[in-house]
Structure formats: C-alpha cells, structure tokens
C-alpha cells in the first residue's frame, strides 16, 4: 500500500512539473528566452548557433605547497572547453593572478595556434574557427605541466 501511494505521488510530481514546463512553453517562454538579459547582459547559454564564447581567468589552488611539492599552483577557472566544429570560437582570457611578476597565457597548438601571453593585470582575446573536430590541450607556457585544460570540438 505504501509503495502505491509513492508512486503516485511521484508520477502526480511528474505529472504537476511537466504541466507547469508545459505552461512556460505556451506563454511564449522559450522564444522570450532566448533574449533574455540579466544585468550584464545576454545569457550565456542562448549564444548564437555557430559562435562560442568563453571568459577564461587564471586562478590558483589552494592549499599547494609548491616549495614542498615543486609544482605549481596555478589553473585556470574553466578546464574544458567545448565547441562543435565550424564554430567562431572566442576566448576571452584574464589574468587575475595577485603576484604582479606572474605572466599567464592560455595557448593552443596546430592546428589551431593560438596564444594570448598575458602580464600583470591584462586581458586578452582570441579569435579562432574550430574547423578541425578533436581533443586539443590548451596551456599555459609558464607553468606546465599543471596549468592545462582541455578544448573538445565535437564532429
Ligand atoms: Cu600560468
């Protein structure tokens, strides 16, 4: 008997969710989404097909010692990028690093090169289209073999 009951409620859970998607839909909810704006502006999330943008910051893991470990701390915010092929790809890279010697670049090989080198403080950004489907490591050229990630650009 209980577990009749639990399994209706469940499906009148389902039932009540999908009503109320169901309701967003008819009011027009995902067409308004797809200009939807916040405060800075268009959501991420509804980008224009064929185009990806990604913001990028460097960033640090806590707790390394990296006297004690003789590796580096350093990362980036965002470790997997993900694209489809024939995308207009842009990285928008930002060094936030509090040590004012410390350059960062976020760096990709053949085929795609592309290298933003950034000092103190700066930002950057790329431009590139993803024409070539694969897995392609993007880097930091001063602190590998930590500092790494990965842009999948799908077939
Ligand atoms: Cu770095």
Redesign the pocket.
């Known amino acids: 008997m209980k577990r009749t009951s639990l399994v209706l409620s469940k499906s009148k859970l389902i039932t009540q969710t999908y009503a109320q998607s169901n309701n967003e839909t008819s009011e027009g909810g995902m067409k308004n989404m797809t200009n939807a704006t916040t405060p800075l502006g268009k959501i991420p999330s509804m980008s224009i097909p064929g185009e990806k943008t990604f913001y990028i910051f ?1 960033s640090e893991v806590e707790n390394v010692d990296e006297n004690k470990l003789k590796v ?1 701390a ?1 990362s980036y915010s965002v470790h997997t990028l993900v694209a489809n092929k024939g995308d207009k790809v842009t990285v928008n890279f930002y ?1 936030v ?1 509090d040590v004012k010697t ?4 976020f760096t990709i090989g053949d085929p795609y090169k592309v290298h933003i080198d950034l000092g103190f403080s700066q930002n950057g950004n790329a431009t590139f289209t993803a024409d070539q489907a694969g897995l392609f490591t993007f880097y ?4 590998l073999p930590v ?1 790494t990630g990965q842009l999948l650009v799908l077939p």
Not at 102 to 105: P, V
Not at 140 to 143: G, S, W
Request: proline share 0%; aromatic share 8%.
């Open positions: 460097t580096a350093d060094n690093d410390e350059r960062h670049s930091c050229r001063y602190h500092m």
